[in-house]
């Protein structure tokens, strides 16, 4: 059985750089225009940029951002404790006075940033509420399903 949908095709959506939309993401910035500040706090996220205008309030970084952030840290934490078990040869309390706060540091340093490259990737990819045309579509009213 095929179904017909009617109704008018939406413009073509303009291509985006990610690259570009991450990195300006990462610097905490309006992964649009570049300007306005992504962030009203720590990991507050403006409704809008007051630059261009463009929203963010619809953004869904939700869960992604620590987790790539305990990757990242992972990454630079867990070689470190192993060079210096096996080649320095530390007391674990002397080790653990020096990665714990690392650790501590990296995280808390690194989370607001991947958290704006995630959102400059959904906004780049018009991933939720960044497509222009897919939240105020409304239905067509002329379509009905097929009768069996």
Not at 60 to 81: K, L, N, Q, S
Request: aromatic share 10%.
């Amino acid at each position: 059985m095929t179904v017909e949908i009617r109704g008018q095709e939406p413009p073509p959506l303009e291509k985006r750089s990610v690259w570009r939309a991450m990195w300006t993401g990462f610097k905490r910035r309006c992964p649009n225009c570049g300007k306005g500040k992504l962030f009203s706090g720590y990991l507050k996220v403006n409704e809008t940029c007051s630059a261009c205008g463009e929203e963010f309030y619809h953004h869904r970084a939700d869960d992604a951002p620590p987790y790539f952030t305990i990757t990242v840290v992972a990454h630079v934490v867990v070689p470190g404790m192993i060079f210096t078990e096996g080649v320095l040869h530390l007391p674990v309390g002397l080790q653990l006075s020096i990665w714990l706060p690392v650790t501590l540091l990296l995280s808390l340093l690194l989370l607001p940033p991947i958290k704006g490259a995630l959102i400059g990737l959904q906004w780049a990819n018009y991933m939720h509420g960044f497509h222009p045309h897919l939240d105020d579509a409304e239905p067509d009213p002329t379509w009905a399903p097929p009768a069996e």
